[in-house]
C-alpha cells in the first residue's frame, strides 16, 4: 500500500492466546495525548493473514476522520493470503493483469489458488483472466467458486468482485450500482472508477462516464492502457 501522512505512531504486539494469537495495534496522534487501539485474533496458524486483514479494516476505520478521504481509500488496499506463497503469486497476478497478460496471470492466480483454496480474490481475479482469454465455461465455474468464498474476503475486494462479475455478466444496470458503492466507499479506488466509467458509457450516461474517467486519470495518470479508452468519453 502508499504510505499515508496521517500524523501517527503505531506500535504492535503479537501474543499466543490459546492455540492462536492475539494481534493489538495502537496510535498516538503527533503533538496530542489521543490514542485508539484495535484488536484482532487469529484462531490458528492458518487464520494469521485474515486477522491482519480484520486489523487493517479495523485502523482504517479508525483513520477515516484523520486523514483525506482519498488517502483512506488507498489506506485500505490489501488483501488476506494464508501464505506469503500464496501472497507472492497474487501479487505477481495481479501485475500481470493489469498488463493485459492474463494468459501468465491466470497461471499465477492458479499457484495462489493451490497454496491458498480459499484466497477468494485470486479465484475471482483468475475467473476474470480466463475470461479475458475466451475461456467461457472455465470463467463460469471460478465466478461460482468465488462466490462461495464472500465470505473469506475484505469488504473493498467483496464489493470489487460483485462490480467486475456483474460486469461481465453483462449486467450494465447492476454493474453500474457495484461500482458506485465502490466507489463511495472507496473513493481512491482506480479501478473502481474505471469500472464505473465503463458502465456508465454502456449506460449512455457519456456525462458520467467522463467525469470517472478523468477521476481515474488524476488518480493514475500514467495508465497509457486507459487513456486511448477514455478518450472516447470526452
Request: charged share 25%; hydrophobic share 45%.
Amino acid at each position: 500500500t502508499e504510505p499515508v501522512a496521517a500524523d501517527l505512531v503505531l506500535s504492535g504486539s503479537i501474543e499466543r492466546a490459546g492455540s492462536g494469537f492475539l494481534i493489538e495495534l495502537t496510535g498516538l496522534e503527533f503533538g496530542s495525548t489521543t490514542t485508539f487501539s484495535v484488536s484482532a485474533t487469529a484462531r490458528s496458524r492458518d487464520d494469521f493473514f485474515m486477522a491482519i486483514a480484520r486489523l487493517a479494516d479495523a485502523v482504517r476505520e479508525q483513520l477515516a476522520g484523520r486523514i483525506g478521504h482519498r488517502d483512506a481509500g488507498r489506506a485500505a488496499e490489501v488483501f488476506s493470503a494464508a501464505s506469503t506463497e500464496a501472497a507472492a503469486a497474487f501479487v505477481r497476478a495481479i501485475g500481470l493483469a493489469e498488463e493485459g497478460r492474463h494468459d501468465a496471470a491466470a497461471e499465477e492466480f492458479e499457484t495462489a489458488m493451490w497454496f491458498d483454496p480459499a484466497l477468494g480474490r485470486a479465484v475471482a481475479g483468475r475467473a476474470l483472466s480466463e475470461y479475458r482469454l475466451g475461456h467461457k465455461a472455465k470463467a463460469e465455474e471460478l465466478w461460482a467458486q468465488a462466490l462461495v468464498l464472500l465470505d473469506t474476503m475484505t469488504t473493498r475486494e467483496r464489493l470489487t468482485f460483485l462490480a467486475r462479475h456483474s460486469e461481465i455478466t453483462e449486467s450494465d444496470v447492476d454493474a453500474f450500482a457495484r461500482f458506485s458503492e465502490l466507489v463511495a466507499e472507496y473513493p481512491a479506488d482506480a479501478n473502481g472508477r474505471a469500472g464505473l466509467a465503463r458502465s456508465a458509457f454502456a449506460l449512455f450516461d457519456f456525462e458520467k462516464a467522463a467525469a470517472e474517467a478523468t477521476e481515474f486519470l488524476g488518480l493514475v495518470p500514467d495508465s497509457r492502457r486507459h487513456i486511448s479508452d477514455f478518450a472516447t468519453y470526452a
